[in-house]
């Protein structure tokens, strides 16, 4: 799952280097990625999801805002609320 999202970030890259605006790569990032990360997230939630692998995907997710793909910081623990939600 995460090298697939490493890949999407690579496009994502090339969506802005065409100057695409910050909201419209905060919906792609959101269909491409985040959408990805809470259809996965119930499966491994639980015993599954380490604080290792929490850490690493808080930090994936830090990056995709630093990058200036996205206008929120998400966290796991609010796309594992959203996963529920559905």
Same mark, same amino acid.
């Given at each position: 799952m995460t090298s697939l999202c490493f890949q999407r970030v690579y496009l994502l890259k090339l969506l802005?280097?065409?100057?695409?605006? =910050?909201q419209q %790569?905060?919906?792609v990032l959101v269909a491409l990625i985040l959408s990805r990360i809470i259809y996965a997230l119930?499966?491994?939630?639980?015993?599954?999801? =380490?604080?290792? %692998?929490?850490?690493?995907?808080?930090?994936f997710l830090k990056r995709?805002?630093?990058?200036?793909f996205g206008v929120a910081n998400y966290t796991t623990a609010e796309l594992l609320v959203k996963a529920d939600a559905f």
């Open positions: 802005r280097s065409q100057s695409l605006p =910050t %790569l905060h919906i119930p499966a491994v939630w639980g015993e599954h999801l =380490t604080r290792q %692998l929490q850490e690493r995907l808080d930090a995709t805002t630093q990058f200036g």
